[in-house]
């Protein structure tokens, strides 16, 4: 989204451009970039996922599925022309029109041109040698470019960072600071200090006074993940997080001194009782929502809420249950156990954000995988037992295998299952995406990531089966009754048969972002599929005889304030 002249013009996930009036937010035209022509013409634009928006004089530059970048008057709302993708055969993503002359474009490949778009030509073309360029922003200080960059795997420990690039191309150096990879870079009034950060909610405070800048502070403490910043003439920060609060921050960075917390709820995992077979714990904004799973003769499971947990730990991002409760993390960086009531039996602080976590089959130990290596705990009392890594590689996926072997997944692809007593490796695969969650089912593991679902034969180091990956990234997964179903981030649910690998089901219907999934046997083992996700909705589906999804209710959890907190130094 970005506002220009009198007009603010957004671009959703499927393409579609919106024009509001920027007095009064009104809407004003939507372009539906699919269908507006024939589709027999080769210019025709299309759908095209993350791709920015830009304005400059008088025009939006996006981009359609094939690259090629759409031009659209800003007053008429109409599309002017297509041009072939300036960076040859690549997409274009990210142009910067800052500089009063050179713009800078990013394609697909995370590679750097530099022309301008008045020509249209991009004849300079910038080499970043440690990583992909995501996005670019102009320095008026010291009259260069500052790149985002995703390090790759060649720094160890370290995905996100800065790249530097002078007007004529050269790189000036490359500066790595961030564990994750990062969403946004935006400049202080004075171009003296640059603030970036991402999904793991710090902000990165870099120091651009002198030609080689450096990092000087880190800032946490956010009850969710940061989206986006916006820096005001006087030097404060506005921040906008993935639950929608908006913070303004001074600009010494000290203290909150503005806050809309908005009234808001999402589904952020979902857990079955291990004591009670109807009964589903559900991660919250703030806290556990406790679901009643109640069978009727007609219309499938109806999800009844019975209590609902507050928890001082933020988000509940992840859940698995126990057998007098459940575990969970935190978004301030806490694991912890509580009973089936809500009361707190034991926390533990991460030394860095907690991603995923399982329960050993004796329900004795606690595996969580977090940014700096994975732990494990004493189920009982919270102690440390273990400590595990990756390369030292983020690790984004955490579980206890058939044998007990205890399997981590990590941000560059890599799964690696070692010992169940021991730190020795007894096999590894790369799966070329962050698994997203690993499991264990009838002695296999399954590891799904943005690629699909992946089955994995425990000591054979292949993958024997795979399911599912385009045309959308998986999010959640599910296999049962010799069928597999997978969430994407489009919204869309897709069913797979188990042996064949053929597609049998599809539904394109969840109301928002998906986020997590489980499996509901009905008394007469009627197959039915719970799936929680952005928005606070819990959907419903019937599984047909032919493995077609039916969509059969939703649920909403009430919606609640923001929740309070604190800056913290990183």
Same mark, same amino acid.
């Given at each position: ?7 603010? @013009? ?195 405070? @870099? ?23 916006? @820096? ?251 069928? @597999? ?86």
């Amino acid at each position: 989204m970005l506002a220009t002249g009198r007009w603010v @013009v957004g671009k959703d996930r499927r393409g579609n451009l919106t024009k509001w009036s920027l007095d009064t937010l009104h809407p004003v035209g939507r372009l539906n970039l699919r269908t507006m022509c024939d589709g027999t013409s080769e210019t025709v634009p299309d759908t095209v996922g993350g791709a920015d928006l830009t304005a400059w004089n008088g025009r939006i530059y996006t981009t359609d599925h094939r690259g090629h970048l759409v031009v659209v008057d800003i007053e008429t709302f109409s599309i002017e022309t297509v041009i072939p993708s300036l960076a040859g055969d690549s997409a274009s993503l990210h142009c910067c029109t800052e500089h009063p002359s050179v713009h800078t474009m990013v394609d697909r490949l995370g590679r750097i041109f530099l022309g301008s778009l008045a020509t249209p030509a991009f004849p300079v073309a910038a080499t970043v040698e440690c990583g992909r360029v995501q996005q670019i922003r102009y320095d008026a200080h010291h009259d260069r470019f500052w790149a985002v960059e995703r390090v790759g795997e060649e720094r160890s420990g370290l995905r996100g960072g800065v790249v530097i690039v002078t007007l004529d191309g050269a790189v000036e150096c490359e500066i790595p600071f961030s564990r994750y990879e990062l969403s946004f870079l935006k400049f202080s009034p004075d171009y003296a200090t640059a603030y970036a950060g991402g999904p793991e909610g710090v902000i990165h405070v @870099v120091d651009n006074t002198d030609p080689t800048p450096r990092l000087v502070r880190n800032i946490g403490g956010f009850p969710n993940q940061l989206t986006d910043l916006a @820096v005001g003439r006087d030097g404060s920060l506005f921040l906008l997080t993935l639950s929608n609060e908006l913070v303004k921050i001074d600009s010494a960075l000290d203290c909150v001194q503005a806050r809309a917390p908005m009234s808001r709820q999402s589904a952020w995992a979902l857990a079955p009782a291990v004591d009670e077979p109807r009964r589903l714990y559900c991660g919250t904004d703030d806290g556990v929502a406790v679901l009643d799973v109640r069978h009727a003769l007609v219309g499938g499971p109806t999800l009844l809420p019975s209590a609902h947990h507050a928890s001082r730990f933020g988000v509940i991002r992840q859940l698995a249950g126990t057998p007098d409760g459940y575990l969970g993390i935190g978004q301030k960086n806490v694991v912890f156990c509580a009973d089936a009531g809500g009361k707190l039996i034991w926390h533990a602080p991460l030394d860095d954000t907690g991603f995923e976590l399982a329960v050993s089959a004796d329900h004795e130990r606690v595996l969580v995988a977090t940014g700096v290596g994975a732990v494990e705990l004493d189920a009982a009392t919270g102690e440390p037992l273990a400590c595990l890594s990756l390369d030292g590689v983020p690790l984004s996926a955490a579980a206890y295998g058939p044998a007990g072997e205890r399997i981590l997944g990590n941000r560059d692809g890599v799964v690696c299952a070692f010992a169940a007593n021991a730190a020795d490796e007894l096999w590894w695969i790369d799966t070329k995406a962050p698994p997203e969650r690993i499991w264990s089912q009838d002695g296999a593991v399954y590891v799904s990531c943005a690629a699909g679902l992946l089955e994995v034969a425990p000591g054979q180091d292949t993958v024997s089966r795979r399911w599912g990956g385009q045309p959308c990234a998986t999010i959640a997964a599910a296999c049962a009754n010799g069928l @597999v179903h997978l969430a994407c981030d489009e919204g869309e649910l897709h069913t797979y048969d188990y042996a064949t690998g053929d597609q049998v089901g599809a539904a394109v219907d969840l109301p928002d972002v998906p986020r997590a999934m489980t499996v509901e046997r009905s008394p007469a083992n009627m197959v039915c599929l719970i799936i929680g996700g952005r928005g606070g909705y819990l959907s419903t589906y019937r599984v047909s005889s032919t493995g077609v999804p039916i969509r059969l209710r939703e649920t909403y959890l009430p919606r609640r304030g923001g929740s309070c907190f604190r800056l913290q130094p990183h």
